[in-house]
């Protein structure tokens, strides 16, 4: 599992039959003191978050899981929203 900070949302007016409905996220990942972590990558949105926030996401093979179809074309999947993070005696990525 991954952090991120969701930089807003993807629209597809094409896309494969297994996402249709479900909303795609642009994410920055981040590291666990909240600096950017490499490029932005696209994933799926189960959860329901907006620009702004920090989410825990997955990858590979997992990210299928989050859809009602474990078998589609995915890379990454967005599974849970961080309210706050503690590192060590510093509280950080406040979503």
């Not at 909240?34 to 189960?46: E, F, S, Y």
């Amino acid at each position: 599992m991954y952090l991120a900070r969701v930089l807003g949302r993807l629209v597809s007016t094409v896309k494969q039959d297994t996402l249709h409905g479900v909303p795609l996220q642009w994410l920055q990942p981040l590291t666990a003191h909240g600096a950017p972590a490499g490029k932005p990558i696209v994933a799926l949105d189960r959860v329901g978050v907006g620009p702004g926030e920090v989410v825990v996401y997955i990858t590979s093979r997992e990210a299928a899981i989050t859809l009602d179809d474990p078998f589609a074309a995915v890379d990454a999947g967005i599974v849970a929203k961080v309210d706050w993070c503690d590192v060590g005696d510093a509280r950080t990525l406040e979503g």
